[in-house]
């Protein structure tokens, strides 16, 4: 092997190791129950060294409060949708979600999504299980910033492209399996699915709690000097002159 091959497989070494020490563990929520037919679902999520778990609630609604329904839930035992666990890690997430827990959904007839965590919460996950399909694409459309960070061949199928970040905080999928993050603090996030498609499926996770790890206060900005008038520099070159005589003076 020569020299240029082992330099260039230390170099992906070191990456590879750069990417691996900046992925972090996530904690998924424990779905404990679900209503189906009322839309609703609740669990928690332990966080190692928390003094309280953080309560996960979900609930689907129509925009006059009614209550909306789910597609299926899994709270204890089932398939796990989420193996093969190649589109959940990422160089920003290092486990996939552990079990089988998981909420579905068809989408359609106006519903509104709506998850609310007992604390805030810095930029939280959501790993998806088949959003749209190759013959019927769909949208989730949020009312917050997210970002994709993973996705792949999941349990039916997909590939490396299937999900698409679209303008205005629009997730664009046929058949995606993937992870996305929500960018910033939240307690509470909703999203819509203006089309049917059956069924796609989704958990949530957290790395840490705004408890855990606050947000740092801003930097303290530097003063910036305030010029002195024009009309100032003048007496203040009388000033240096006149010192100046005294020392020759020796006074």
């Not at 779905?31 to 332990?46: F, H, L, P, Y």
């Not at 089932?78 to 920003?92: E, K």
């Not at 989730?140 to 997210?146: A, I, K, R």
Request: glycine share 10%.
């Amino acid at each position: 092997m020569n020299r240029h091959v082992l330099t260039g497989a230390a170099s992906a070494a070191l990456l590879a190791g750069a990417l691996s020490a900046r992925a972090a563990t996530y904690q998924y929520v424990d779905w404990s129950t679900a209503d189906v037919q009322a839309g609703t679902a609740s669990g928690q999520i332990t966080v190692p060294g928390a003094v309280n778990p953080v309560d996960v609630t979900f609930a689907a609604t129509f925009a006059d409060g009614s209550s909306g329904n789910l597609f299926f839930a899994q709270t204890a035992g089932g398939t796990n949708y989420w193996n093969p666990t190649t589109p959940y890690i990422s160089p920003q997430v290092e486990n996939a979600p552990p079990d089988s827990d998981i909420l579905a959904l068809i989408g359609g007839v106006n519903q509104i999504y709506t998850v609310t965590l007992s604390e805030p919460i810095k930029d939280p996950i959501m790993a998806l299980v088949s959003v749209g399909s190759r013959s019927i694409p769909i949208t989730y459309e949020f009312d917050s910033p997210f970002t994709i960070v993973s996705q792949g061949v999941g349990y039916w199928g997909g590939g490396a492209s299937a999900l698409d970040q679209q303008p205005n905080n629009v997730l664009a999928g046929a058949e995606g399996h993937g992870t996305i993050q929500f960018i910033g603090t939240f307690s509470k996030f909703s999203w819509v699915v203006p089309n049917p498609e059956t069924w796609h499926g989704f958990t949530f996770g957290i790395r840490t709690t705004l408890a855990q790890e606050p947000t740092p206060p801003p930097p303290t900005p530097t003063p910036t000097p305030i010029p002195l008038p024009a009309a100032v520099w003048p007496g203040l070159a009388l000033l240096a002159g006149v010192a100046a005589r005294l020392r020759r003076r020796g006074v």
